[in-house]
Structures are given as C-alpha cells and as structure tokens.
DNA sequence: TCAAATATGACCGTATCCTGTCAAATATGA
DNA sequence: TCATATTTGACAGGATACGGTCATATTTGA
C-alpha cells in the first residue's frame, strides 16, 4: 500500500520529503544496527556509543560524544555510565577538568568493535554495489549540511 | 584483521559514511521537530503519526502507517490509542477486518496540522535555499533506495 | 474445504532519549 | 580579582520504540 502521492516540483517540496525519508530510514537502520549489536551482546545503541568513543581522534569527554552524535548530553551519559559498568568502557582523569572525565574503549569493547566493523562493511558494501558511488557521496554530504543547519 | 578494508572499496566507505550521518542527522530533527510540535502541545512524534494519517491517499490501518513510517506495528499502535484518548484521530469500521480499524484524524487535528505544516514548510524553505534542488533531490532518492533494502 | 501460516490488537517489560533541576567546576569579562 | 555565565554529572520523570506473548481474524495453499 503506497501510502504517499507526493510530489517533488520546488526544492522545498524536496526537503520536506528529505526529512521524512530521514525519519523512516532512520527507523530500518536502527532496527538493523540493534540486530548486529545483538550478535555480540550490545545494542544497537551502545555500539554506537562505542564506537563514537574509539573513532575519536582524540580523548572525549561524554559532552563531546553527544554532540559529535547529535544526541542530547544525557542520554549519552546514561548509556555511558551503563558502559563503564559493563567494563566496556573507562573513565580517565581530565587534566583539564575536575568532573568530565575523558572517555577510552576497554581491550573487551574493542575486540567487540572489531567484530562488528567487519559486519557493517560486509553489509555496506552489499548496499553500496546497488547505488552509484556519487549519488552516495551526495547524499551524504547533503545530510551533513542540512545538520549543520540545526546545529545552533 | 583486515587494515585496507577501509581503501578497497570507496562506495562502501561512503555508505558508512552516510548511515552515520543519517543517525546524527536524525537525532536533530528530531529535536526540532519536537519543539516546533511543542507550540500546538503535541510532540514530535505525536506530529508524525498525525500527519501519515492525514497524508494516507485513503483510509488506513494502523499496520500501514506503520509500515508506512517505518516504524514496529506495536510503537505506532501506542502513540495511536493515546492520540485516540485525546481525540485527535478516530477509529472508523474496516470492511475488510474486523479488528484492524481505520484511521482518520479529527477536526481538531486537521487544525493542529495545518499550522505545523505551515511552519515546517516555511523551515524547509530556509534550509533548501542553501542547497542545490538536484542534491536535495539525489539524498532523498539514495535515502529511499537505501531504507528499501533494509525492507525485505 | 480446512489446517497452517500470517496479520492484528492488547499487554508487558526493557532500553532509549529527552527535558528539567540541582550542585560543583570552569570560563568569562569588567 | 571576583561576580556572573557556562559546562558538567547526577538524579528524576515522561515519551518513545522495540521485542515477546497471547488470543482472535484473515489469508493461503494443499
């Protein structure tokens, strides 16, 4: 059932229908990330906390993982927390400050990621081959200027 | 472990790339979205299911909204019954199912909708004038074909 | 036709996420 | 320097969103 008789004529039509694709694509991938995570005994948010902790380039703090993720301080504190109580993450003293600790992956999270990076290029790269490669790029950077837009 | 996973295959490091973005765009969608729904006393989810209903090119069930948003069945169907409670959609006979009930939105909904539609066309407006209509346009169909994968 | 498979709504429990609030630590600027 | 503003972690409450399970309704296919 095709619940939708949109059209697209201005490009303000388009951005409407943008972000409601964004909600529903959203929805999928969460569904699949929790079902890989599941594999190893994480959720699919917790993957992406940890993850987000062992791509930084530098020790973050929880304020910067949430907001490099998008997500409020909170909910990143709490999943965190959780995280620290599995070992699967550590609090390290901030030289700079005295409360936000700086955040490091366990060797224990980092065999998990490990595990887990391999499944979601496998699985990537199966999407990847049905689309063109620029079409990708541009929707990826259309995405990313369209957040940087909210990020006030 | 494989270290040049990560240069084989450029369409797949894109598409990694693109599923992040997608998860911290919507973090700040939704976010706005749930504050823009706020000045109607609504959230912003509430506002969604209100406005696939309303935007149904005919009489669904909760399952096709559902299905629609690309949400689980039972995650709609709670939103929907508390919506029902405050008389903001009304459940109508189906023919055709004796308990999957259509779906309509109340008058007093259809109010609600109209100003929030109006200003996120008006929000919609302001970020696609700093974006190329066609890329607009190429994110949401990559998004699409992306999500229909995920569909099966 | 009719047994099996599927679809649906209700109910329950878990995991997110968010907002709000408070106290402590840090940054800012006059 | 010092009062003020901002940042941060802890705690609490509310709103989603999901999976599991059960009973009922519908569809499917042998």
Redesign the interface.
């Known amino acids: ?6 059209t ?1 004529d ?10 409601g ?9 969460q ?2 990330a929790d079902q890989m995570a599941r594999e190893v005994g994480l959720t699919g948010t917790r993957w ?1 906390v940890l993850n987000a902790v062992a791509q930084a380039t530098r020790p973050a703090t929880i304020s910067d993982i949430a907001r ?5 301080r909170q909910s990143v504190q709490q999943v965190a927390n959780s995280l620290a109580e599995d070992s699967l993450i550590d609090y390290q003293p901030n030289p700079k400050h005295q409360r936000a600790s700086l955040v490091v992956v366990t060797r224990k999270a980092a065999k998990l990621l ?1 595990q887990l990076d ?1 499944q ?2 496998t699985w ?8 063109p ?1 620029d ?13 940087k ?3 006030d």
């Open positions: 059932m095709n619940l939708s008789r949109k697209t201005t490009a303000t039509d388009a951005m409407v229908e943008l972000i694709e964004s909600f529903r694509l959203h929805s999928r991938l569904t699949t992406q490099w993720m998008g997500l409020a490990e391999e979601r290029y990537a790269n199966t999407v990847a081959t049905t689309l490669a079409d990708i790029r541009v929707a990826s950077e259309t995405l990313r200027a369209v957040r837009e909210l990020s």
